[in-house]
């Protein structure tokens, strides 16, 4: 066997302060790359430089990885030599109002657009008014209305005439037109007189007059015609001095933007036409109207329908890049605004507001996953949105189906935008599971590293990492030993010596702090002192529950054993994480063996306390001795593990070695050391496998033997495979160093229980017998008389029955 302890070089792996070649961070030249992170970049520049369709990004990634920053200041890269996209607006369609026009423009252009509309508007004000004012104009409308006057009295003086030729005046009042017939002298004539004529004559008088009533009722109906026609003169005459006015300035802005788009052609013709037909607005003042005893003024003319909402502007050059930290509908798609008015809600074009997809058009959008998936509708519309490539503005309230009322239906906006969806691997993951159009809209994945190989020259790098964080967060400088340290603590958080966490955050939040203490004492940089005081004012903060897991143990509420020995007894090893921060303790495992069938109940499991792993772990205890153990007979056991003062769920299979080894104990009643605890994870064939937060458990069973006092007899048993796992803490180290604590490694289950027994596991000899007095020679032995015995016992219970069916009355 070849069973060692750890020394204290290989319990914490320096990192050589005079390696570094500087003294402080201020001499480190700034990183010009990202490190340990080139796979995800090499796929970030993929993903943002195949424009084809569905080639969007999902980042993957723990928080505080600095996914977000790395991702957003690379992409900003990019972006600044790209070409800044359009500007697009939003314009009054005057064929259907409620679906407003998008408008595309040149960079920076939108703005002017709406500058140069309001400016034409101004400008129509004071010169319609000022045209229509003057004698061109007014002389025009008069000789219309003087030749429909001068047409009207023609009419008139015929139907006189045609009536004096008949004897009968025509006479025009208020009330209109009186036909009175007429004396010899040509003098209307009284009823009285026409009464006197004769009924003959009468008669013809009264034919005539209908005939000239016939004539004056074609005569109105020609004068009606001719009114007509003077309106319609006067309404040319305006709309052709309308036109002067607005034909040149409209004429201007075609010319300038006739090669940009034929969609902003149309709409200045629109716009032309609207200005030349409804040119009384220019022209109209305010009116003072009452309503019963109270008189208000009209409100003048609107002209926001002439007005331009400009939905997106560039005004700096390149892609844009836009981080929606709130990815709801409203707040991608848009929204539609309204205010209110009279006791009612309206709206109109000009209340369309962007969103972030708007804004993002033509660069790129960075969208935190977690999020988006929290808001209703909001993934369901932005996969919508990547199929149609259209951005459609819609109330959400629609979507919910609570109103069904008229609103805008603004005309969709053309989508070209690169989406980054930034989340956990378990988002990614179940998303490419179950929702079937996730790969064909998000083909690239970028996968972050968690940590990264440590290398003399992957330390300089990092070195450099720090020293950028502390620029960039103006801090203090941190001299070569304080860096060293971070170094060392960055091996911890990774849990591998030949490794350094990418865990940006929490290395920024420790030299943020080591920062502050080192300002409080007015040093001007950071060393070594206060990174360790950092560190242990982080644990401190964190400690609370692990102090009375400590110090329950310590009053023997905890029963746990350092001194003396025990069969079936161990102590094994425990980890616990609570908001991120993990600490580990001992906890008694025992076990119990008597003849049975073969069963190993595991109490845990049982209750239902014990997750799969920890059942899986167990049942392979019973493999392990089912294939080593009196193989050619059957396994005549029944055996218990429980782990003892355990109150809530147990998960993970660390702990199958130490229960495998208490078994082991019980079945060849060879007692173990109380003083030593184990950790590990064990194999059908006996393997021992490593297991995770190896260096906590380490320490929490050390804080446990160190308050009772070191002696030098205790120590731990690790798998030799979480040799580089180790980054222990300073006072480990130092007992260690001392010799008043010990670290072993193992490789086997028999290493293991020979370790805690003091005595030898023996291997069978040729004819498979194991050397006598062995732990393997005990069990064996064990089992073969727990087999034997239960032959007897069933031998027995045959007889039994036997003799009472012959005894049985009647027989």
């Known amino acids: 066997m070849t069973i060692r302890s750890i020394t204290p070089q290989e319990a914490y792996q320096h ?99 709406k500058q140069e509309m309001h400016e034409l508007i101004d400008t129509l004000k004071t010169t319609i008014p000022t045209v229509f004012e003057g004698d061109d104009y007014r002389v025009k409308k008069r000789v219309i209305s003087e030749n429909l006057r001068q047409k009207v009295d023609k009419i008139y003086e015929e139907m006189i005439e045609k009536g004096k030729a008949q004897s009968i005046g025509v006479v025009r009042n208020e009330q209109g037109i009186v036909f009175n017939p007429l004396d010899d002298e040509g ?14 004559i009468q008669t013809k008088i009264e034919e005539d007059i209908a005939k000239l009533h016939l004539s004056l009722q074609k005569a109105v109906n020609r004068i009606g015609i001719l009114n007509r026609e003077a309106k319609e003169m006067r309404r040319k005459l305006k709309k052709e001095t309308a036109s002067l006015c607005v034909a040149h300035l409209i004429d201007t802005l075609k010319s300038k933007y006739s090669s940009v788009d034929g969609e902003i052609l149309h709409y200045l013709n629109c716009v032309e036409e609207q200005l030349t037909e409804n040119v009384d607005d220019f022209l109209e003042s305010p009116e003072t109207k009452t309503d019963g005893f109270v008189s208000f003024v009209s409100a003048p003319p609107s002209f926001a329908q002439y007005d331009v909402n400009v939905l997106v502007s560039h005004e700096e050059s390149g892609a844009p890049v836009v981080y929606e930290d709130l990815p709801t509908y409203q707040n991608l798609h848009g929204r539609i605004e309204h205010q209110a008015q009279m006791g009612m809600l309206t709206t109109n074009f000009s209340l369309i507001m962007p ?106 790098q990092y070195a450099a990492l720090i020293a950028g964080i502390a620029r960039e967060k103006e801090l203090l400088p941190l001299n070569r030993t304080a860096v060293a340290r971070v170094i060392e603590e960055a091996a911890r958080c990774a849990g591998d010596c030949n490794k350094l966490s990418l865990h940006i955050k929490k290395l920024a939040d420790l030299i943020k702090e080591a920062d502050y203490l080192a300002r409080k004492t007015s040093k001007p940089q950071i060393e070594a002192k206060e990174i360790e005081m950092a560190v242990t004012a982080c644990r401190r903060r964190g400690g609370r529950i692990r102090d009375r897991v400590l110090e329950s143990i310590e009053n023997n509420i905890r029963h746990i054993e350092t001194k003396g020995e025990k069969s079936g007894q161990v102590n094994g090893l425990s980890v616990i994480e609570i908001g991120g921060d993990a600490f580990g303790f001992p906890t008694r495992i025992t076990a119990t063996t008597r003849p049975g069938k073969g069963d190993i109940i595991d109490i845990e499991r049982e209750v239902e306390l014990g997750g799969p792993i920890h059942s899986k772990g167990v049942m392979i205890l019973s493999s392990f001795l089912s ?45 173990i050391r109380q003083s030593l605890a184990i950790s590990g994870s064990v194999s059908q064939k006996g393997e021992v496998q490593p297991v995770g937060g190896i260096n906590e458990k380490i320490e929490g069973f050390f804080d446990v033997c160190a308050t009772r006092g070191l002696t030098g007899g205790e120590g731990v048993i690790i798998p030799a495979s979480n040799l580089r796992h180790l980054m222990l803490k300073k006072e480990v180290v130092k007992a260690i160093t001392e010799m008043q604590f010990s670290v072993y490694l193992v490789s086997t ?27 393997n020679a005990r069990i064996e032995a064990t089992l073969l008389g727990f087999a034997s015995d239960l032959q007897e016992f069933e031998k027995g219970k045959e007889e039994d029955t036997e003799h009472k069916i012959i005894t049985k009355p009647g027989g």
């Open 15 to 113: 990192c050589n302060s005079d390696d570094l070649p500087f003294e402080t961070t201020d001499e480190v030249e700034k990183l010009t790359r990202y490190i340990g992170q080139e796979r995800a970049l090499e796929a970030v520049e993929f993903g943002i430089s195949m424009r084809h369709r569905g080639f969007n990004l999902f980042v993957i990634g723990p928080e505080g990885s600095g996914r977000h920053s790395v991702v957003q200041s690379f992409i900003n890269r990019q972006a600044a030599d790209e070409l800044t996209p359009n500007d697009w607006c939003y314009v009054y369609n005057f064929d259907l109002p409620h679906k407003p026009l998008a408008l595309k423009f040149p960079p920076k252009q939108g703005q002017i657009f």
């Open 187 to 200: 003098k209307p004539m009284d009823l009285e007189a026409f009464n006197k004529l004769p009924e003959k």
């Open 355 to 460: 969103g972030a997809l708007h804004r993002a058009n033509g660069g790129y959008i960075i969208i935190d996953a977690r999020r988006l998936l929290m808001q209703p509708f909001a993934y369901e519309g932005l996969k919508r949105t990547l199929r149609s490539r259209q951005i459609r503005m819609e109330p959400v309230e629609r979507l919910f189906g609570l109103v069904s009322t008229v609103t805008l239906e603004p005309e969709p906006i053309p989508l070209d935008t690169k989406v980054v969806l930034i989340g956990e691997p378990i988002i990614y993951y179940l998303l490419n599971d179950y929702d079937p159009e996730f790969a064909s809209l998000f083909k690239v994945q970028a996968d972050f590293e968690y940590d990264m190989e440590r290398s003399p020259a992957s330390q300089q």
């Open 627 to 671: 294939a080593r153990y009196a193989r050619n007979i059957p396994l005549g056991l029944q055996a218990s593990l429980v782990f003892e003062q355990s109150y809530g769920g147990i998960e993970g299979d660390s702990a199958s070695c130490a229960e495998l080894c208490t078994l082991l104990s019980s079945l060849a009643d060879a007692p």
């Open 749 to 775: 289950v028999d290493e293991a229980i020979s370790l805690l027994t003091g005595l030898d596991a023996g291997e069978r000899n040729s004819e498979g017998i194991y050397p006598e007095d062995s732990i």
